[in-house]
C-alpha cells in the first residue's frame, strides 16, 4: 500500500483573513502549534504566515502585511508518495529536505491540505518506513541464511533468545506459514547476527558506517512500532538521511 501526501494532510485547516490582527493570529497558532497558517483572499488560499514571522510585530499590525505570498515551492500534489523505496527518488521526504520546507500545502483543485512535520509522526506516514524496514528485515534474513549454512547462526543466540526464536518458528509450523527459522530473528538479533558473521560488506557501506546504520534501523523500527515520533528526537534532515540510508542498504541487499 503506497502512502501519498493527501492520505497524510491535515485537511481542517484553520484559516485567517487579510483583516485579522497578528495578536489574534499569534494567540490562535501558539494555542494549536501552528508553525504556519493559511490565508484566504477572495475565497482562495493565496498567502500563508509563519509563525516566527509575527512573534517580534506589532500585535495591532495586519497579518497580511508579514504573510508570504504561495509559491511553487510551497505546493505539492496529493499523488506524490511519502517515500518511495529507490534511493534518491521523488517522494515527499527528500522534496521538503531539497526545498529546505518544514511544509507543504497539498493541492488538487485548489489547495486540499497542509503537510508540516507533525503529520510525518502519525500512524498513517509510518506505514511506509514500517514497510521499508519490512523489507530490509526479509532480504537480511536471506542473507543470514544465504551466507552462514545449517542455521549455524543459531548459536551465537542465548538460551532464551533461542528458546524465542523456535517457538515463534513451532508456532508458524502449526499455523502452515511458510517461515524459515531466520525469519522468526527480530530487527536486533539479525543486526547482531550481521555483525558477529562479518556480513556488514553487504549493505553497501563501509563496515564502520554499514555498523552505525544497523542501529539507526533498530532505532527507527523501535520508533514507528511504538508510535513515537521519528522527527524531533532528530532533525528532519538527519532523519531523511537515515531512511535514504535504509533505501540504499535495501538496495544493496537485493
Known amino acids: 500500500m503506497r502512502i501519498k501526501a493527501g492520505d497524510i494532510m491535515t485537511e481542517d485547516l484553520t484559516v485567517f483573513s487579510p483583516e485579522d490582527r497578528v495578536n489574534s493570529v499569534l494567540d490562535k497558532m501558539n494555542e494549536f502549534s501552528f508553525d504556519v497558517a493559511p490565508i484566504e483572499i477572495s475565497g482562495h488560499i493565496r498567502k500563508y504566515v509563519r509563525r516566527k514571522d509575527i512573534q517580534d510585530v506589532s500585535e495591532t499590525d495586519r497579518v497580511i502585511d508579514h504573510a508570504l505570498t504561495l509559491e511553487g515551492d510551497d505546493l505539492l500534489g496529493t499523488e506524490v ?141 523501535n520508533d514507528v512500532m511504538h508510535q513515537r515520533p521519528v522527527v524531533g528526537e532528530q532533525s528532519f534532515i538527519r532523519f531523511v538521511e537515515i531512511v535514504e540510508d535504509l533505501k540504499k542498504a535495501n538496495q544493496a541487499l537485493e
Open 81 to 221: 508518495p511519502i517515500v518511495n523505496p529507490v534511493p534518491g527518488s521523488r517522494d515527499l521526504l527528500n522534496i521538503l529536505d531539497n526545498r529546505d520546507k518544514r511544509f507543504a500545502f497539498i493541492i488538487e483543485d485548489g489547495v486540499e491540505g497542509l503537510i508540516t512535520y507533525a503529520d510525518l509522526n502519525t500512524i498513517q506516514a509510518g506505514v511506509p518506513l514500517y514497510q521499508l524496514i519490512s523489507a530490509f528485515e526479509a532480504s537480511a534474513c536471506n542473507l543470514i541464511d544465504r551466507e552462514i549454512e545449517h542455521d549455524r547462526w543459531v548459536s551465537h543466540l542465548d538460551d532464551n533468545e533461542r528458546g524465542d526464536v523456535e517457538e515463534l518458528y513451532q508456532n508458524a509450523e502449526e499455523e502452515n506459514a511458510d517461515l524459515r527459522l531466520v525469519d522468526c530473528l527480530n530487527t536486533r538479533q539479525i543486526s547482531e547476527v550481521i555483525r558477529e558473521y562479518d556480513l556488514l560488506d553487504h549493505l553497501g557501506f563501509d563496515e564502520e558506517r554499514a555498523d552505525e546504520i544497523l542501529d539507526e534501523i533498530e532505532d527507527l523500527r
